[in-house]
């Protein structure tokens, strides 16, 4: 063997030395991605680690468009026993049922209160134009719409 020579060892090997097993979850100790899901480099590319088992212990996934999902909703878990083959309309109802989705003013992104899509309301009722209702809070008319016709802030 040539001086130098380095023999790297095969995908399944690296990827269990990149877990913490316990009896739930196992968790991924390798490179974590900003979403917080595990990374693994496999045959030049990085793939998302949770992929990567369900492919080892399952089958491979053959169409690009199934999500991964967790039945445990730790993002580092990589149990194949915790995941599950879906669209991803299944995973964000899945997402929805088990409470995980950020909404309304829960949300880093919102604009408004529960108080303003009230206020909103009762303006909408009273004859106020959307045009108007939307100036008065800084948004879209597109959004003022989708209030006053329950299409977004339904919890309200």
Known sequence: MPTGFYARKPAHVRFIEKIKQSAGCWTWIGAIGTH???RF???GKT???HRFSYEMFFNKIYF???DVCHK???RSCVNPNHLFLGTRKDN???CNTKGRTTSGEKSSLSKLRSVDVLKIRGLWETGESRANIAKIFS???SNIYSITKRKSWRNI
């Open 92 to 94: 964000m109802q899945d």
């Open 41 to 43: 480099g496999f045959k």
């Open 72 to 74: 445990c909703d730790n």
């Open 139 to 141: 948004v879209t008319e």
């Open 47 to 49: 793939v998302q680690a």
């Open 64 to 66: 690009n468009d199934l």
């Open 36 to 38: 917080g899901y595990g």
